[in-house]
């Protein structure tokens, strides 16, 4: 089995997003739909001093409601054109009512959508039926910690709120998880068991640079995970980690400029005027020490060798050159009067 088959990426996926790669666009985006979460989580991005580059914070921030965050999302959306669109926040179902609108719309247009959650509040049942559309829920270990964390996101509501629905649902490994012996099999366990989890996820918490914290996993934490999860990984059907990503966690892309998510994704901030850079965690991330599951999983396929033992990560570098070329040119053009798109230029 293929690294693109088993990091759930089909073929016309790649071809779809090596088209855009080479029309000088990025196939990806991830915005910050709102400021706002009833949450305190430690170890959150999303609100730290230097998340949109200092100078600004994510709560420090416009942001909108109603018809008006429907239309400006949208104008967003059809300004980049995506293939793939992230949304995040804050806590997107503190706008739920708006995305009840957004949803069906990017579904119309043949995008995939993530929707990533605390489930703190009930996923409308309708969401179920929206077609392209992934609920993938934030979970922080088993329900002693994770309720602790993510109060009053706690197991007992999300346990009720995702009646219904197909969940990924989303681990971040921290230390704390690690010290004790047989705590993340317990965990994959009971989600394996849970009926609406269509599939788990596990990152290992990305620190920034210089960063010291409770939730940064040592070296020795991260080859010790490694080696749980290459065991656990036949015995947890739902978990989607194979073998290849698992490489990239031990030797992760060490620059943004290495990354192929980081290359390949447009960020936005609740604004939706603030780019998040150099991808979506901001500031100045420790890249030797990323752990970020969509940077694995295309940095996987990336790897993978073709017939001959080309890279794909070397095709990727080139498109993304002879791409970078074309959105250069058409700035030039649209500043010489043209309607062109310059955007991602």
């Not at 429907?70 to 804050?90: C, E, N, Q, T, Y």
């Not at 929707?115 to 922080?140: F, G």
């Not at 609406?196 to 934490?221: N, V």
Request: proline share 6%; with cysteine; aromatic share 6%.
């Amino acid at each position: 089995m293929n690294a693109a088959s088993t990091t759930g990426v089909g073929a016309r996926d790649i071809v779809q997003a090596w088209g855009r790669i080479l029309a000088g666009y990025r196939p990806n985006i991830s915005i910050e739909i709102t400021k706002e979460c009833p949450l305190r989580c430690p170890g959150c991005y999303a609100y730290g001093d230097e998340h949109l580059g200092g100078g600004v914070t994510l709560r420090g921030l416009s942001d909108y409601k109603g018809d008006e965050l429907v239309s400006r999302f949208m104008a967003l959306i059809d300004r980049h054109k995506p293939l793939h669109v992230s949304i995040v926040g804050g806590e997107p179902l503190v706008r739920y009512r708006e995305l009840g609108e957004i949803l069906p719309q990017l579904a119309a247009r043949g995008i995939h959508t993530q929707l990533v959650t605390s489930a703190v509040r009930p996923i409308p049942a309708e969401w179920a039926n929206i077609p392209r559309l992934q609920l993938v829920v934030s979970i922080d270990g088993l329900q002693p910690e994770h309720d602790a964390r993510r109060t009053p996101a706690t197991y007992e509501r999300i346990l009720k709120h995702i009646a219904g629905q197909q969940m990924t649902v989303h681990c971040t490994i921290t230390r704390q998880q690690v010290q004790r012996e047989g705590y993340l099999e317990e965990f994959l366990r009971f989600w394996q068991g849970n009926e609406h989890t269509r599939l788990i996820w596990i990152s290992f918490y990305t620190p920034q640079k210089g960063e010291i914290s409770t939730e940064r996993l040592t070296k020795a934490d991260r080859t010790r995970v490694i080696a749980e999860m290459r065991r656990l990984q036949p015995l947890i059907p739902k978990l989607q980690l194979v073998d290849g990503m698992l490489k990239v966690f031990a030797d992760p892309p060490q620059s943004p400029d290495e990354c192929i998510f980081a290359q390949t994704t447009d960020c936005y901030s609740s604004d939706f005027e603030h780019r998040i850079t150099p991808c979506q965690f901001g500031g100045n991330p420790d890249c030797s020490n990323c752990g970020c599951i969509a940077s694995m999983g295309l940095e996987a396929i990336g790897r993978h060798r073709l017939k001959g033992g080309l890279p794909v990560g070397k095709v990727f570098n080139v498109s993304l050159k002879i791409g970078q070329a074309v959105a250069r040119l058409r700035g030039s053009v649209s500043g010489a009067g043209s309607t062109a798109d310059t955007s991602r230029a």
